[in-house]
């Protein structure tokens, strides 16, 4: 049997892990295998006592462009061994097939990723797009190169944001809301100013910057560390924060199913056909050009 290509890789360097999305012919957008190969990513890193930083990137042009809507790896049936409690959505029917799904791939191994006892960074570059940004929203800090550019567009699909909802913890009420209903892109200067991003570099300077932050908080006590983030996190969660998001969840559903019933297609009104060709593979982009 043939052993299916890992979507991640994984790279040990002086108590750094680099847990690096590897689908950069499709954007880094993550199918079933991929959530399942970060997972498994951020564990061994977990279980590594030398490792005292995770630092989340993307290889190639972008980030990640979101969930996997439309590439040939598409694995949205595919059956895999499950990390959290939920049972397997690929014999159900209507609507329990997504969300189960979904409470299990994308809201539950997101907030388990949010609890690693370890300081995490994404180092964003390029797009980072609806489920782009929940991976850069459980790491505990972001650093983002000038180039890149945040947004969740799936307002257009009758859908109230990610499944993830963390925009008004990441944003401001006010600002969450212009994000999400006008569904444009916001630079990593904007994200900065209004505190969702921590710094904001040059491209060239991108992994140089995040490797020294990552090396000063490697420096620090390891338990002093997961304390600090455990109290933060309970801070937002008395705040509303899961609470939030499990409506949110539920309101997520609503539409999904209105949009099946009204038109057929959970994703209603969104251009899903342009989505999937910006995260599909162009083989012969460099034939053509000839």
């Known amino acids: 049997m043939t052993k299916s290509k890992s979507t991640i890789k994984y790279k040990k360097l002086n108590g750094i892990a680099w847990v690096t999305m590897n689908r950069p012919e499709y954007n880094n957008a993550q199918n079933g295998k991929m959530t399942y190969d970060l997972d498994k990513a951020f564990k061994k890193a977990v279980d590594d006592d030398d490792i005292k930083v995770i630092v989340l990137n993307g290889n190639g042009k972008h980030f990640s462009a979101g969930h996997d809507i439309g590439t040939p790896g598409r694995d949205i049936d595919k059956s895999y061994d499950r990390k959290t409690m939920w049972y397997d959505h690929t014999d159900k029917k209507g609507g329990e097939f997504l969300y189960v799904r979904e ?21 964003v570059h390029g797009a980072c797009v609806a489920g782009g940004c929940m991976l850069a929203w459980v790491c505990d800090l972001i650093i983002a190169s000038s180039d890149a550019f945040f947004a969740d567009p799936v307002v257009r699909m009758g859908i109230p ?21 006008l569904g444009e892109r916001m630079s990593a200067a904007r994200a900065y100013e209004m505190g969702m991003v921590n710094k904001v570099v040059d491209k060239s300077e991108l992994k140089k910057v995040t490797n020294e932050m990552a090396e000063k908080i490697a420096d620090m006590p390891r338990l002093g560390l ?32 209105h949009n099946d019933l009204t038109t057929g297609n959970v994703l209603a009104g969104f251009d899903a056909k342009k989505m999937a060709k910006s995260q599909r593979k162009t083989k012969n982009k460099k034939s053509q050009k000839k």
């Open 161 to 181: 944001g990610v499944e993830y909802f963390a925009h008004p913890y990441e944003l401001n009420p006010r600002i969450a809301k212009e994000f999400l209903f």
């Open 103 to 123: 409470q299990e791939v994308y809201l539950n191994m997101c907030r388990r990723w949010r609890d690693i006892p370890k300081p995490t960074i994404a180092m």
């Open 226 to 257: 997961t304390l600090t983030k455990q109290a933060i996190n309970h801070v937002e969660d008395l705040q509303g924060k899961r609470n939030g998001m499990e409506a949110a969840f539920a309101w997520h559903h609503f539409s999904h199913a």
